[in-house]
């Protein structure tokens, strides 16, 4: 420890204040005065960080901590590293808002957002931070890991895969129930490295095989994302998440700086000052809608069906503008239809729903057959429920009648008997 | 005097005898070597040479490579940078084997084999591809992907003398479409099938009508959906297979099925190579002892749910092994075990099974150490680790002077060395001086500048290197570049190198296939300079942000640091099919 302050005191009005670790031992008092004076606080430090001398490449030397009092902005080396601890004391997220403050705003109102999010379960520690966002010449986020091993667990930080928008520093904080994992656990970008047929393969592999359990979260799923005018697809771990909300916020971040792109109508300045919540009326309104290929190749609505049983059939997912979306039907009826669709070659009478569907939703909605079905089949699905509907109306007409013969008789008899 | 003489007698060495002579090279670099000597060498290898390598898609276009070799039959193309395996290369980057396919079918060349690599491949490409060329034998995609399961059906209805069909790790879009029905009957040439990465459901009658057909085949490789029952009845047909990847192998042990595939297997003398169990029962392994006596080849990395028990009961039966992937739920213990059973190992892959969770099944340091000590032939190990220590790497490196590949992944990539708190310098440091011929290295763990003195003093053959989240300052970078004379492929990311480096040693690149550099501290100015002084050399900025940028923004300050680079040299100039967000300098 003395040599760790050696270090600061020689140091002196060149060191920054970094708050790696959320160790308990920080005292809140330190913590808040990084609020005040992020960049050129001197004092605070955490001794812990400097003496295990973990961190980013580059944290590490005591000679490189006199470049920081060059920088104005935050830059590399101080990639904001947001305390990952399974800590009680709420003060964690206020260090991380102080130790992100150099950055966009963007952050704030996650953590904000962050606060009211319903899924972080704060006192177990079991939320996961995206550090992401990169700007050119202010704080570079990507691809920041921080290890931190008190007493045997491991914390790292976890960055969303390809959230990296470059005019707003988006920080993401994602909340998971792993209710059996006592601390978080987080990844960067592409690591470890594997390829993602591997990681794809031990979900699905890890999930059939009964005698795993008790693993949070096993592997990963990827999914890629496009979006209506977007260069370039993204791929999304859908299993970072654990409720729809979480996913179309993370999906917002993601693909803001596309929309803003687009809306935006006079250059950089523009970009800047778009507000988070304009962000999400744009997205939220009917600008845009998220669906999802699911196994069988449908476009679905995303959100009708179970959180599981979309993760399990989702196979793509697509931002579309709203209008583009109106044909699309809600995935539980689609499902149905589906079904329906192949069980009306062999039982007409179901063909009778199609009728419906047909009728009230969208007029030019032909099911799925599937590619093996003849064309011939088809059409005579279609000529069968024409004759379905007049054959069902006629039936429909006598049985009413019947029923007000029988009726009648019945009461006659019954009335002759009463008399 | 002399070498008049000599040179006269090269002259009139007849052409043919050149040729014949030149049939006994096979390794593409001892062609390259010999196409330099005099033009006639040139000349007669280049009309002789049938199988050509090319490292990267872009270095070179189709229309030269045909011009050049006009009676090329075998093709080896990689597209995208390494890193594009781990999602760090944004999708539509490129890559697309549609132009090399389109210009070969139209000059008529006589393509036989065709082996990519992270290459984008359409359906139309495959269709391309199976209609043009009639004598096509092989078809080896790895890890690409574009493509569909309708290409696959064009493929096999197409290529009436296919002989290889070998999908590894690909991105296919599985739509359920019946393409192993495609073949038709009058196929009878295949000698390997590997569709294991596919995920839909396959025609299993056809599958065995298929094998049994095909007295050739050596290997196959199934897919999950492939049933144990089908699987045994494969095995009854085909006993002659010498590389089995399974299905599913999950079954009742008890039951009839599962005896008879027992039977199956002990009939089965000629495997040497299993993988697959996609989808697998521990209870069920014992009916691959047998047959483990004799492997060399065993594959047990997609298969999670075997436990460290079944898997070193599995290993004690395997002494012949000389190429292990597992996972490390095989732990430490395990390790010791494949020590002791494997004498004959070389090369061994240990992957991580458990990405997120807190993981205690992981190995540490003492499994490689008691894996170095054990295997004596070990000259090429993947290893991910949950935690690594100076020492270990010293005694590994003390007992496998022979490493051709090493590459060390520790799960938490900045981590120190577990028992002293300091970088990982020294071990890697005497894993590069010990193995005099590492020609592959990745690093990870806390590094600093030292590390990379290290392998530029060291590393002389040293030919890819993968460094992330390492190195203090330029200086590392520059000791690389500097002291690796043979480096072909450095690729960097989370590492504080910047300008100063990238510029040091200019000329470097043209001796390199390509860099990458992401999440470094190179700015936008040092690559535009650089761009500027090197024409042979494509500098690519991957941009991320593209959408809606006009000119004159922000980001196009030459002090931006750029996010991602990757440059490689070229014969060709700018590629022309570089999407929006990839901007060439």
Known sequence: MASASDCISQTGPGLKERNYFGFSDCSSVDRSTVSSAHLESKNNMNMKATELRLGLPGSQSPERDSDFSLLNSVKLDEKPLFPLAPSKDRICTLSQKTVASGNKRGFDDTVDGFSESKTTNFSEGNWMFNATGSDPGQAKLAGNVISIRPSGTQLAIKSEVPAKTLQESTNKIIGTNTANAPAAKAQVVGWPPIRSFRKNSLVTTSKTNDEVDGKPGPGALFVKVSMDGAPYLRKVDLRMYSAYKELSSALEKMFSCFTIGQCGPQGAPTRKMLSESKLRDLLHGSEYVLTYEDKDGDWMLVGDVPWEMFIASCKKLKIMKGSDAIGLGSSSYQVLLHFKAKKSLMYPCFVWDLAVYQCFYKESFRPDYGSDVPECFVLMSDISFICLLAFSCVFLECLLRLRLYLLFILNLDFLVEAQ | ?585
């Open chain 2, 1 to 585: 005097m002399c070498l008049f003489q000599f040179q006269s007698v090269m002259n009139y060495f007849p052409e043919e005898v050149l040729e014949h002579v030149f049939d006994f090279l096979t390794s593409h670099r001892d062609r390259n070597t010999v196409s330099l000597v005099c033009k006639s060498w040139y000349s007669v290898e280049r009309f002789s040479r049938e199988k050509v390598f090319i490292g990267n898609c872009y270095a070179v276009n189709p229309e030269r490579l045909i011009a050049r070799f006009p009676r090329l039959r075998s093709l080896t193309l990689k597209g995208k940078p390494h890193f594009a395996d781990f999602n760090l290369v944004p999708d539509g980057w490129g890559g697309h084997v549609y132009p090399w396919i389109e210009a070969m079918a139209k000059s008529g060349i006589n393509l036989e084999e065709l082996k990519l690599k992270r290459m984008v491949v359409s359906d139309e490409s495959l269709e391309l591809l199976a209609k043009s060329f009639p004598n096509f034998k092989s078809l080896v995609l790895v890890s690409c992907e574009g493509f569909t399961t309708v290409g696959l059906a064009a493929i096999a209805s197409n290529c009436r003398f296919l002989r290889e069909l070998d999908l590894q790790e690909n991105e296919v879009d599985d739509l359920k479409g019946k393409w192993l029905s495609c073949f038709p009957e009058s196929c009878t040439s295949l000698v390997s099938l590997n569709f294991a990465c596919l995920k839909g459901e396959v025609n299993v009658v056809a599958l065995e009508r298929l094998v049994a057909r095909c007295p050739n085949l050596r290997s196959l490789r199934l897919n999950h959906t492939v049933p144990l029952e089908v699987l045994q009845k494969i095995l009854v047909r085909a006993p002659q297979l010498s590389d089995l990847g399974t299905g599913s192998f999950t079954h009742d042990p008890d039951s009839e099925t599962f005896i008879k595939l027992k039977n199956a297997m002990k009939n089965c003398h000629s495997i040497r190579s299993l993988s697959g169990f996609l989808d697998v029962n521990g209870r069920c392994l014992p009916a691959i002892y047998p047959i483990c006596i004799s492997l060399t080849s065993l594959n047990l990395s997609y298969a999670p749910g075997i436990f460290s028990n079944e898997l070193i009961k599995l290993i004690c039966h395997c002494k012949k092994i000389e190429r292990l992937w597992i996972l490390d739920t095989i732990g430490d213990k395990g390790l010791g075990v494949v020590a002791n059973t494997c004498k004959e190992l070389q090369e061994l892959r240990v992957f991580p099974s458990d990405l997120y969770g807190v993981g205690n099944t992981a190995v540490t340091e003492e499994g490689l150490v008691a894996i170095s000590a054990g295997c004596p032939k070990l000259n090429s190990i993947l290893y991910f680790c949950q935690q690594m220590t100076n020492a270990a790497l010293i005694t590994v490196a003390k007992n496998c002077p022979n490493f051709i590949r090493f590459r060390l992944c520790t799960l938490d990539p900045i981590v120190p060395d577990a028992v002293t708190n300091q970088p990982l310098d020294e071990g890697f440091g005497a894993i590069v001086q010990s193995c005099k011929r590492l020609t592959r290295l990745s690093v990870s763990g806390l590094l600093t500048d030292q590390v990379f003195l290290y392998i530029g003093m060291y590393a002389e053959q040293l030919e890819m290197l993968s460094i992330a989240f390492a190195g203090d300052s330029d200086k590392g970078m520059l000791y690389v570049l500097n002291g690796c004379k043979k480096l072909k492929k450095l690729e960097i990311r989370d590492s504080p190198f910047g300008n100063m480096a990238l510029l040091s040693d200019m000329g470097k690149y043209e001796t390199m296939r390509s860099l990458w550099m992401s999440s470094c501290e190179v700015t936008l100015g040092g690559c535009k300079t650089l761009a500027e002084k090197m024409p042979w050399l494509n500098v690519e900025i991957i941009n991320e942000h593209e959408a809606g940028e006009g000119e004159g923004e922000a980001s196009c300050d030459d002090r931006h640091r750029v996010e991602k680079m990757y440059l490689y040299r070229t014969l060709v100039g700018p590629r022309k099919d570089a999407p929006d967000f990839v901007w060439t300098l």
